[in-house]
Nanobody
Framework: VQLVESGGGLAQAGGSLRLSCAAS????????MGWFRQAPGKEREFVAG????????YYADSVKGRFTISRANAENTLYLQMNSLKPEDTAVYYC??????????????????WGQGTQVTVSS
C-alpha cells in the first residue's frame, strides 16, 4: 500500500491550498480516509475524515467551515481543500487509510496505512 501526498507549500494567511493523496495497492473505494497534521513540538492531530463512500465527512472544530475533505474513488485520490488559512495551520499533513469498510474515526489507531506527509506553511 502506498499513499503519496502532494500540494503542500507556502501560503499567506487567508489564502488557500489543495492537498492531494494518491493511493495505490488497496481497493481505495472500500477504505475510510483521513487527514491528520503534526505541528512542530506537538502531537499529531485529526483534521478531517471521510467515509469509504464519501457520503459522510467529519472535521476537527479547528478547521470546520474552512477545510473540505473529498475523494474521487475512480481516481484513487483523496483531497483536502484548505481555505482561509491561518498561521496555526502550519504543520506536516498526512493522509491515512482505515481498514476495509470501517467507519471513519478521528483516532489514529483506527488507521492502518499512512503517507509520508507534506509540509504546509502559512505566513502571517
Amino acid at each position: 500500500v502506498q499513499l503519496v501526498e502532494s500540494g503542500g507549500g507556502l501560503a499567506q494567511a487567508g489564502g488557500s491550498l489543495r492537498l492531494s493523496c494518491a493511493a495505490s495497492g488497496l481497493t481505495f473505494s472500500r477504505y475510510a480516509m483521513g487527514w491528520f497534521r503534526q505541528a512542530p513540538g506537538k502531537e499529531r492531530e485529526f483534521v478531517a475524515g471521510i467515509s469509504w463512500s464519501g457520503g459522510s465527512t467529519y472535521y476537527a472544530d479547528s478547521v470546520k467551515g474552512r477545510f473540505t475533505i473529498s475523494r474521487a474513488n475512480a481516481e484513487n485520490t483523496l483531497y483536502l481543500q484548505m481555505n482561509s488559512l491561518k498561521p496555526e495551520d502550519t504543520a506536516v499533513y498526512y493522509c491515512a487509510a482505515s481498514g476495509e469498510l470501517r467507519t471513519v474515526s478521528p483516532r489514529e489507531y483506527r488507521y492502518d496505512y499512512w503517507g509520508q506527509g507534506t509540509q504546509v506553511t502559512v505566513s502571517s
